[in-house]
Protein backbone atom coordinates (compact mmCIF):
# COMPACT_ATOMS: atom_id res chain seq x y z
CA UNK A 1 0.00 0.00 0.00
CA UNK A 2 1.16 3.61 -0.42
CA UNK A 3 0.45 5.42 2.95
CA UNK A 4 0.51 9.06 3.33
CA UNK A 5 0.18 10.70 6.52
CA UNK A 6 -2.47 13.49 6.47
CA UNK A 7 -4.46 16.22 9.35
CA UNK A 8 -7.41 17.30 9.79
CA UNK A 9 -9.81 19.69 11.43
CA UNK A 10 -13.00 18.46 14.10
CA UNK A 11 -14.77 21.20 15.48
CA UNK A 12 -11.54 23.35 15.56
CA UNK A 13 -9.11 20.53 16.64
CA UNK A 14 -6.06 19.18 14.21
CA UNK A 15 -6.71 15.46 14.21
CA UNK A 16 -4.13 12.86 12.41
CA UNK A 17 -4.37 10.16 10.18
CA UNK A 18 -3.32 8.10 7.84
CA UNK A 19 -4.33 7.31 4.30
CA UNK A 20 -3.51 4.14 2.59
CA UNK A 21 -4.20 3.08 -1.29
CA UNK A 22 -4.14 -0.27 -3.06
CA UNK A 23 -0.72 -0.52 -5.10
CA UNK A 24 -0.53 -0.60 -8.84
CA UNK A 25 -5.19 -0.24 -8.99
CA UNK A 26 -6.50 2.36 -10.74
CA UNK A 27 -8.98 5.04 -9.12
CA UNK A 28 -11.66 5.86 -7.95
CA UNK A 29 -10.89 3.81 -5.36
CA UNK A 30 -13.76 2.26 -2.75
CA UNK A 31 -12.65 3.41 0.80
CA UNK A 32 -12.97 2.17 4.33
CA UNK A 33 -12.50 4.31 7.67
CA UNK A 34 -11.66 2.38 10.83
CA UNK A 35 -11.10 3.61 14.15
CA UNK A 36 -9.26 2.60 16.77
CA UNK A 37 -10.12 1.43 20.63
CA UNK A 38 -10.03 3.14 24.50
CA UNK A 39 -7.20 5.64 24.41
CA UNK A 40 -7.26 5.13 28.09
CA UNK A 41 -6.05 1.67 27.48
CA UNK A 42 -3.48 2.38 25.07
CA UNK A 43 -5.95 1.95 22.39
CA UNK A 44 -4.99 4.32 18.93
CA UNK A 45 -4.13 4.11 15.10
CA UNK A 46 -1.55 1.85 14.97
CA UNK A 47 -3.37 -0.84 17.23
CA UNK A 48 -2.69 -4.08 15.63
CA UNK A 49 -6.21 -4.79 15.09
CA UNK A 50 -6.81 -1.81 12.88
CA UNK A 51 -3.51 -1.70 11.16
CA UNK A 52 -4.26 -5.35 10.15
CA UNK A 53 -7.78 -4.33 8.73
CA UNK A 54 -6.12 -1.79 6.62
CA UNK A 55 -3.90 -4.32 5.24
CA UNK A 56 -6.50 -6.44 4.27
CA UNK A 57 -8.56 -4.16 2.66
CA UNK A 58 -5.72 -3.01 0.68
CA UNK A 59 -5.27 -6.32 -0.76
CA UNK A 60 -9.19 -6.03 -1.85
CA UNK A 61 -8.58 -3.04 -3.82
CA UNK A 62 -9.80 -0.84 -1.07
CA UNK A 63 -8.44 2.42 0.18
CA UNK A 64 -8.39 3.48 3.66
CA UNK A 65 -8.26 6.02 6.61
CA UNK A 66 -7.00 5.21 10.21
CA UNK A 67 -6.80 8.53 12.60
CA UNK A 68 -6.41 9.39 16.03
CA UNK A 69 -9.55 10.61 18.20
CA UNK A 70 -9.21 13.85 20.06
CA UNK A 71 -6.32 13.75 22.78
CA UNK A 72 -4.61 10.50 21.20
CA UNK A 73 -1.54 11.00 19.85
CA UNK A 74 -0.74 14.14 17.61
CA UNK A 75 -4.24 14.71 17.82
CA UNK A 76 -5.14 18.04 19.74
CA UNK A 77 -7.77 18.25 22.41
CA UNK A 78 -8.75 15.24 25.09
CA UNK A 79 -10.96 12.33 25.38
CA UNK A 80 -14.42 13.09 25.20
CA UNK A 81 -15.51 9.62 26.65
CA UNK A 82 -17.39 8.69 22.88
CA UNK A 83 -19.34 12.28 22.39
CA UNK A 84 -16.75 14.37 20.76
CA UNK A 85 -15.03 11.67 19.37
CA UNK A 86 -18.25 11.24 17.36
CA UNK A 87 -17.49 14.29 15.70
CA UNK A 88 -14.45 13.25 15.09
CA UNK A 89 -15.77 10.24 13.23
CA UNK A 90 -18.11 12.49 11.31
CA UNK A 91 -14.86 14.56 10.34
CA UNK A 92 -12.91 12.13 9.22
CA UNK A 93 -15.59 10.49 6.97
CA UNK A 94 -16.22 13.97 5.60
CA UNK A 95 -12.64 14.29 5.18
CA UNK A 96 -12.25 10.45 3.10
CA UNK A 97 -15.21 11.06 1.10
CA UNK A 98 -14.41 13.90 -0.92
CA UNK A 99 -10.26 12.69 -0.72
CA UNK A 100 -8.67 12.60 -4.56
CA UNK A 101 -9.43 9.41 -6.08
CA UNK A 102 -11.77 8.18 -3.77
CA UNK A 103 -14.94 6.83 -4.68
CA UNK A 104 -17.19 8.93 -2.57
CA UNK A 105 -20.51 6.64 -3.20
CA UNK A 106 -18.55 3.60 -2.16
CA UNK A 107 -17.82 3.85 1.90
CA UNK A 108 -17.65 1.86 4.56
CA UNK A 109 -16.87 2.37 8.46
CA UNK A 110 -15.05 0.06 10.80
CA UNK A 111 -14.37 -0.22 14.75
CA UNK A 112 -12.20 -1.84 16.92
CA UNK A 113 -13.60 -1.78 20.61
CA UNK A 114 -14.52 1.65 21.79
CA UNK A 115 -14.01 2.63 18.37
CA UNK A 116 -16.61 0.29 17.23
CA UNK A 117 -19.22 1.46 19.86
CA UNK A 118 -18.60 5.24 18.34
CA UNK A 119 -20.09 4.01 15.43
CA UNK A 120 -22.65 2.63 16.43
CA UNK A 121 -23.42 5.49 18.64
CA UNK A 122 -22.70 7.94 15.93
CA UNK A 123 -24.53 6.32 13.02
CA UNK A 124 -26.12 9.48 12.33
CA UNK A 125 -23.06 10.83 11.33
CA UNK A 126 -22.88 8.32 8.84
CA UNK A 127 -25.32 8.71 6.61
CA UNK A 128 -23.09 8.32 3.67
CA UNK A 129 -21.30 4.72 4.67
CA UNK A 130 -22.93 1.60 2.91
CA UNK A 131 -22.09 -0.83 5.36
CA UNK A 132 -20.20 -1.06 8.59
CA UNK A 133 -17.91 -3.76 10.50
CA UNK A 134 -18.27 -3.44 14.35
CA UNK A 135 -15.19 -5.55 16.23
CA UNK A 136 -16.00 -6.40 19.86
CA UNK A 137 -18.46 -3.09 20.43
CA UNK A 138 -20.36 -2.77 23.90
CA UNK A 139 -23.54 -4.66 24.23
CA UNK A 140 -25.07 -1.11 24.97
CA UNK A 141 -24.16 0.35 21.97
CA UNK A 142 -25.24 -3.11 19.93
CA UNK A 143 -28.21 -2.21 22.13
CA UNK A 144 -29.55 1.36 21.19
CA UNK A 145 -32.55 2.09 18.99
CA UNK A 146 -30.55 3.72 16.06
CA UNK A 147 -28.29 0.65 16.01
CA UNK A 148 -31.58 -1.73 15.69
CA UNK A 149 -33.47 0.46 13.19
CA UNK A 150 -30.49 0.40 11.00
CA UNK A 151 -30.75 -1.65 7.96
CA UNK A 152 -27.45 -1.17 5.98
CA UNK A 153 -25.28 -4.30 6.13
CA UNK A 154 -23.27 -4.36 9.09
CA UNK A 155 -20.65 -7.22 10.32
CA UNK A 156 -19.82 -8.00 14.00
CA UNK A 157 -16.81 -9.15 15.11
CA UNK A 158 -16.06 -10.60 18.64
CA UNK A 159 -13.73 -13.10 20.43
CA UNK A 160 -15.11 -16.42 21.50
CA UNK A 161 -13.49 -15.84 24.79
CA UNK A 162 -14.16 -11.98 25.17
CA UNK A 163 -14.62 -11.62 28.62
CA UNK A 164 -16.40 -7.85 28.16
CA UNK A 165 -18.65 -8.55 25.45
CA UNK A 166 -20.02 -12.55 25.50
CA UNK A 167 -20.83 -13.77 21.81
CA UNK A 168 -23.99 -15.22 22.92
CA UNK A 169 -25.56 -12.33 24.65
CA UNK A 170 -24.28 -10.41 21.65
CA UNK A 171 -26.03 -12.64 19.28
CA UNK A 172 -29.14 -12.48 21.14
CA UNK A 173 -29.32 -8.23 20.12
CA UNK A 174 -28.86 -9.20 16.54
CA UNK A 175 -31.81 -11.48 16.94
CA UNK A 176 -33.59 -8.75 18.67
CA UNK A 177 -32.81 -6.25 15.13
CA UNK A 178 -35.47 -5.65 12.51
CA UNK A 179 -32.58 -6.33 9.76
CA UNK A 180 -29.88 -9.02 9.36
CA UNK A 181 -26.23 -8.39 11.28
CA UNK A 182 -23.90 -11.16 10.76
CA UNK A 183 -21.69 -12.23 13.42
CA UNK A 184 -18.33 -14.07 13.30
CA UNK A 185 -17.00 -15.36 15.94
CA UNK A 186 -13.11 -16.02 16.56
CA UNK A 187 -12.15 -18.86 18.05
CA UNK A 188 -10.34 -18.90 21.70
CA UNK A 189 -9.81 -14.89 20.80
CA UNK A 190 -10.42 -12.82 23.64
CA UNK A 191 -11.06 -8.89 23.62
CA UNK A 192 -7.44 -8.09 22.77
CA UNK A 193 -7.52 -10.60 19.96
CA UNK A 194 -3.84 -10.82 20.26
CA UNK A 195 -3.26 -13.78 17.56
CA UNK A 196 -6.12 -13.26 15.40
CA UNK A 197 -5.61 -10.15 14.13
CA UNK A 198 -5.23 -11.07 10.51
CA UNK A 199 -8.19 -13.80 10.94
CA UNK A 200 -10.47 -10.91 11.93
CA UNK A 201 -8.92 -8.34 9.20
CA UNK A 202 -9.41 -10.77 6.28
CA UNK A 203 -12.80 -11.43 7.59
CA UNK A 204 -13.88 -7.78 7.46
CA UNK A 205 -12.28 -7.14 4.58
CA UNK A 206 -13.90 -9.49 2.83
CA UNK A 207 -17.37 -8.12 4.56
CA UNK A 208 -16.44 -4.59 3.19
CA UNK A 209 -15.49 -5.64 -0.63
CA UNK A 210 -19.16 -7.12 -0.71
CA UNK A 211 -20.55 -4.60 0.58
CA UNK A 212 -18.81 -1.85 -1.97
CA UNK A 213 -19.61 -3.60 -4.88
Given at each position: MRQTAIGFKSKGLSLEGVLAFPNDIPGPHPALLVCHPHPLFGGDMESPVVTAICGAAGAEGIASLRFNFRGVGDSEGEFANGDGEQEDLKSALNVLRRWPGIDGKRIAVAGYSFGASVVLDGLKHCKTAKCFALVAPTISSAKSETAGRDRRPRL???????????????????????????????????????????IVARRVAEFISQGLT
Open positions: FVVGQRDGLVPSVELQRVLDDMKSPAQLFEVREADHGLAGSEN
